[in-house]
């Protein structure tokens, strides 16, 4: 049994869900499948989801919402007379907004959940009667119907153990389950999303409780590249990668895949095959356990920015017991989490996300550590631009540190911090967010030099 997951992209347009069709057909393994919201149609489009956000604020905000709640309509009256269906579909789909929108607002948290899950949810009703008009066994199910619980935490919803078990009954299904992706319900009955693209959460969710023999996320590229094409022309694609390079990928700015979609097919051991809707017959990048190191150290460089760094320096740091867990609570009183803690024997860095940090906390957290730690030395860095060299191989070789290094150095490009994880699969530089795109490419052509044709 294959759990096929569609993306946005892939269910923007009635001509896109025809696609989605033929694949799924093409194939009797393809048993479950999960959808998005519909996406962009072109690049300067409006996604469903950010229509519905723009909805459930302004209806909070006791604004009018007509215009979008209009737009979204409309979106799904195209779709559904590009496929020929019924207009009953469009006024279940109608109500089902209109519910949403007119709940509860004792909970805006809560409200908004309930009113973006509408996008994932009547989409899925949809694409499930297309299939039923052309005489396939299919039939929409309810995350709730099927056991999907999740944790209270509005946006960032954690499946629940007991899911699993309950999801393993979707095998008895006898025809082709659609299941919206993106949210489940608490044990209380309120629906909770997952975080933003959270649909990718979803599959991999229903793939482990099924047991699927695989796991396809269909987007809108031939396979993952080994860098972002937007500043690498052409970039090598990754034919096999392993979970764990995938993960430090997808949280290094890689936005193919969620970061925290493949923990549950990685816990029951499942393949993940990412494919393109547009051009099905292309192989994709399948992500495994284990991959054989044929490609050199790296499989791919990653980036993102919007960070800064806390650097704190103090002599003999390092034989002061709780000195980290002290900043660290600093940090909690602010509700900041961290992302990563790069340290030395007098001197530690706090790398965190930038949008955290406004400048009243920042002259707050100086104080307080200088405060209560004494330091001798403390500075907030902002606009910095993390760097990500990912790749089992570089566990088996030496010197990848000094050839990135000098990569950097010889493109006048100052470091600001390097960290590498105990496992070995990515090493991560910072440096200032202007030198993001030429740290990447310069990092890529030493890694990744391209093949003479002669």
């Known amino acids: 049994m294959k759990i096929a997951k569609f993306g946005g992209s892939s269910l923007a347009t009635w001509e896109q869900i025809e696609k989605v069709f033929q694949?799924?057909?093409?194939?009797?393994?393809?048993?479950?499948?999960v959808v998005s919201a519909p996406g962009k149609r072109y690049p300067d489009d409006i996604k469903i989801t950010d229509l519905l956000i723009t909805c459930g604020r302004k209806s909070i905000n006791g604004e009018d919402y007509s215009m979008e709640y209009s737009q979204i309509i409309e979106r799904y009256s195209e779709i559904a007379n590009g496929l020929c269906l019924s207009s009953d579909i469009i006024d279940e789909i109608s109500l089902n907004i209109e519910g949403a929108l007119s709940g509860s607002k004792e909970n805006h948290a809560k409200y908004m959940d309930a009113v973006m899950a509408c996008g994932e949810d009547n989409c899925a009703r949809l694409v499930a009667n297309y299939f039923q008009m052309k005489e396939i066994d299919a039939e929409y199910i309810n995350p709730k119907d099927a056991g999907l619980f999740v944790t209270n935490e509005p946006g960032h919803a954690q499946v629940l153990p007991k899911s699993y078990l309950l999801l393993h009954e979707l095998r008895n299904k006898k025809g082709i389950v659609i299941f919206p992706g993106f949210f489940g319900y608490s044990e209380d009955g309120d629906i909770v999303t997952?975080?933003?693209?959270?649909?990718?959460?979803?599959?991999?969710?229903?793939?482990?409780?099924?047991?699927a023999s695989l796991y396809e996320n269909?987007?809108?590229?031939?396979?993952?590249?080994?860098?972002?094409?937007?500043?690498?022309?052409?970039?090598?694609?990754?034919?096999?990668?392993?979970?764990?390079?995938?993960?430090?990928?997808?949280?290094?700015?890689?936005?193919?895949?969620?970061?925290?979609?493949?923990?549950?097919?990685?816990?029951?051991?499942?393949?993940?095959?990412?494919?393109?809707?547009n051009n099905p017959t292309a192989p994709g990048t399948v992500i495994v356990k284990e991959r054989k190191l044929t490609n050199g150290p790296l499989v791919g460089v990653a980036s993102d920015n919007g960070?800064?760094?806390?650097?704190?320096?103090?002599?003999?740091?390092?034989?002061?017991?709780?000195?980290g867990r002290k900043i660290l609570q600093i940090l909690e009183d602010f509700h900041i989490s961290y992302e990563h803690q790069p340290s030395g024997i007098d001197d530690i860095s706090i790398i965190i996300r930038q949008n955290q940090l406004t400048t009243t906390m920042e002259n707050q957290i100086i104080n307080r550590i200088q405060d209560e730690l004494h330091v001798d030395h403390?500075?907030?860095?902002?606009?910095?631009?993390?760097?990500?060299?990912?790749?089992?191989g570089m566990r088996h070789n030496v010197g990848t540190t000094a050839?990135?290094?000098?990569?950097?150095?010889?493109?006048?490009?100052?470091?600001?911090?390097?960290?590498?994880?105990?496992?070995?699969?990515?090493m991560m530089?910072?440096?200032?967010?202007?030198?993001?795109?030429?740290?990447?490419?310069?990092i890529y052509e030493e890694f990744f030099p391209k093949v003479s044709s002669k």
């Open 218 to 277: 269909f987007t809108d590229v031939d396979a993952v590249y080994s860098v972002n094409p937007s500043i690498i022309q052409e970039p090598k694609e990754i034919k096999e990668l392993t979970y764990r390079e995938m993960r430090e990928l997808s949280y290094a700015g890689f936005n193919v895949f969620h970061d925290e979609a493949l923990i549950p097919a990685f816990q029951a051991g499942i393949p993940v095959n990412i494919k393109n809707t």
């Open 429 to 442: 530089f910072g440096v200032k967010a202007s030198d993001e795109k030429k740290a990447v490419q310069v």
């Open 378 to 392: 403390v500075v907030i860095e902002r606009d910095l631009a993390l760097i990500m060299l990912v790749g089992e």
């Open 194 to 211: 997952f975080s933003r693209s959270g649909s990718d959460i979803t599959g991999s969710v229903i793939a482990n409780g099924v047991k």
């Open 403 to 426: 050839r990135a290094s000098k990569a950097l150095a010889n493109a006048s490009i100052n470091i600001e911090m390097i960290n590498q994880g105990s496992s070995e699969v990515s």
């Open 307 to 323: 960070f800064c760094s806390i650097y704190i320096s103090k002599y003999l740091m390092n034989r002061e017991v709780g000195f």
């Open 23 to 33: 694949i799924v057909v093409s194939d009797k393994e393809r048993k479950i499948i």
